[in-house]
């Protein structure tokens, strides 16, 4: 029987699939996954179809690893029908496994795996098994009507991003978007016209977000976006075409159009030691309040 090309056939050894057969599990039901145990990914996890996986930082790698103190090209998984291989990349701070630094080294079943301040493990499951887990974790950290991020693992992810642009004295910049007149949209077009303009806008903005860009639900009809490495200028640029972007997007409810707008609020600082997230975001939300108040469908941008 071929295996399917989108599986590892997984053989009986004395290694990780061994001890699997042992513990009383089936393998011909069971699939690799990657699983994230620790910072503000925990509880994802990422199925190990390939022979190869690149893990990092950088946008072009296989896992997207979003920890400021992994390198953009920081591991990789080989994965074979025996064993799975886990292999550094020359990263900056190092792979490891169980306490130890590693060059190369056969993943044992109870293995943790550190890369920067996450931690993983590998695990065979069957695939209901992970398409329940999956959905534990779209509920903790994403927002149920967009799809995005919500604002408490927004903000776990922006404190690790802070602590690593504190270290390297880098740009930080956050953008604060809200829908203009939403109100108005609710009582004249009903709340479910309401959502779907929150939909559409969510599905703009994450269009022009970067990979290792951070894009949320901050509440009601306010986003929030985290840029990584972007000069205020570029900011400024960016939140201009997202403005037009959707000024010129054809919102549509039930074969009604519905007129919507947005104000962004931009701040663009270089981090110190003593720079606090929470003083970011207000300054982004200063700026917001500042485009509002001057007619609303404009950006303001504060530079620190």
């Not at 642009?165 to 949209?185: I, P, Q, S, Y």
């Not at 003083?279 to 108040?293: F, N, S, V, W």
């Amino acid at each position: 029987m071929t295996t399917p090309p989108d599986k590892t056939q997984l053989i009986l050894s004395n290694t990780l699939v061994g001890k699997l057969s042992e513990n009383g599990r089936d393998l011909s039901e069971l699939e690799p996954y990657l699983v994230v145990l620790s910072g503000s990914e925990q509880g994802k996890q990422f199925k190990l179809h390939n022979h190869q996986h690149v893990l990092g930082r950088e946008p072009a790698v296989d896992i997207l690893i979003p920890d400021p103190k992994v390198s953009r090209r920081h591991s990789m998984l080989s994965v074979n029908s025996q064993h799975i291989l886990l292999e550094d990349l020359n990263s900056t701070n190092g792979t490891y496994v169980n306490g130890k630094r590693v060059a190369k080294h056969k993943l044992e079943l109870l293995d943790r795996i550190r890369l920067g301040d996450t931690y993983l493990k590998i695990d065979y499951k069957r695939f209901n098994e992970a398409k329940s887990e999956q959905a534990l974790y779209a509920a903790a950290n994403l927002d149920s009507m967009t799809n995005i991020l919500n604002r408490n693992a927004f903000m776990l992810r922006a404190q690790q991003e802070l602590s690593f642009c504190k270290r390297n004295e880098t740009r930080l910049t956050v953008m604060m978007c809200d829908a203009d007149h939403f109100k108005r949209t609710n009582d004249n077009f009903g709340h479910l016209a309401g959502d779907q303009v929150l939909k559409e806008l969510a599905k703009i903005l994450n269009a022009e977000m970067r990979q290792e860009d951070f894009l949320a639900r901050y509440g009601g009809e306010e986003f929030i976006m985290l840029l990584r490495e972007i000069s205020s200028d570029a900011a400024a640029a960016l939140a201009e075409r997202i403005r037009l972007t959707v000024m010129q997007h054809t919102f549509q409810y039930q074969n009604q159009q519905i007129p919507a707008t947005i104000s962004i609020g931009v701040c663009s600082c270089r981090v110190v030691t003593d720079t606090s997230l929470e003083a970011i975001i207000q300054a982004a939300d200063d700026a917001l309040y500042r485009a509002k108040k001057n007619g609303r469908n404009r950006v303001e941008i504060n530079t620190q």
